[in-house]
């Protein structure tokens, strides 16, 4: 695999919750200045046609990235009244799990439990999502996940905006860039804490973390060949795998995995 499995410091357990959430609010932003929505709204509208039920079950929704605002796309452009979406993480966001959850709103839910992509619990059943998540597993978990949604014949959409189709010296070199995005992007930042302002720019940790993550993701993302191996064993005529690019403002890998109904 070209791949390369660095690590992120928001995969570390000891890493302080109030940083993870001001560089998944980074991340939030990101989608929406690269327009990810529809992109996203498209592929999980024709994913979720191959699940029993109109859910989604989002796997490492940190601050709830871009899948907020695609639920309420698919409510509204492609009609799907009674879509529900499900927030779920390892280290689940318990502000924004509090803010969401305390509307009261039948249709989106943040499960506050911990939520393990590689052991999602029985109970929830729908279409399965990881939005720019699927890089932080290893090869060995990866699969794992792949084989369990084929085997509990659950539809699933991966979707990453980070890019593993250059050398990969050029990630590294582009660290100070990534630095100097975080700094232009952070005043987007909803909501805009004093953390977010103070540890981004009078001390900067915020962004040189963002930095690093943001090159590292790159490495770590499958590129089409890596998800093949991934894949090997798992095709057959009852459950199909449909990967590709999508470009626009940069350049997005997705992979789909769905029953067939016969």
């Keep these: 695999m070209k791949r390369i499995h660095l690590f992120e410091f928001e995969d570390l ?45 989002d796997l490492c929704s940190g601050s709830g990235g871009a899948m907020l605002a695609v639920a309420e796309n698919l409510k509204k452009e492609y009609h799907l009244k ?107 930042v909803r909501p805009l804490t004093w953390k977010q302002i103070v540890f981004t720019y009078l001390i900067p940790i915020i962004p040189i973390l963002f930095a690093w993550d943001g090159a590292v993701s790159n490495v770590r993302t499958y590129t089409l060949k890596d998800l093949d191996l991934l894949l090997e064993g798992l095709h057959s005529d009852e459950y199909r795998w449909e990967k590709g690019i999508i470009t626009g403002k940069a350049k997005k890998l997705y992979l789909l995995g769905y029953p067939v109904v016969n």
């Design 13 to 57: 357990p000891w890493f302080p919750d109030w940083l993870r959430i001001s560089v998944t609010r980074l991340i939030v932003v990101m989608h929406q200045l690269l327009g990810t929505t529809k992109e996203l709204a498209n592929l999980v509208n024709k994913a979720i046609s191959y699940s029993s039920i109109p859910t989604i079950i």
């Design 82 to 188: 009674d879509l529900t979406l499900t927030l779920t993480d390892l280290y689940p966001n318990r502000e924004l799990a509090n803010q969401i959850n305390q509307q009261g709103r039948s249709d989106i839910f943040y499960e506050t439990n911990s939520i393990d992509a590689a052991n999602v619990p029985s109970h929830l059943i729908g279409l399965r999502t990881m939005i720019c998540c699927f890089h932080h597993m290893k090869p060995d978990m990866a699969r794992k996940i792949l084989k369990d949604t084929k085997e509990r014949k659950q539809p699933i959409c991966i979707f990453e905006i980070s890019d593993n189709s250059l050398p990969t010296f050029l990630w590294w070199i582009a660290l100070p860039l990534n630095i100097f995005m975080a700094l232009l992007i952070t005043p987007f």
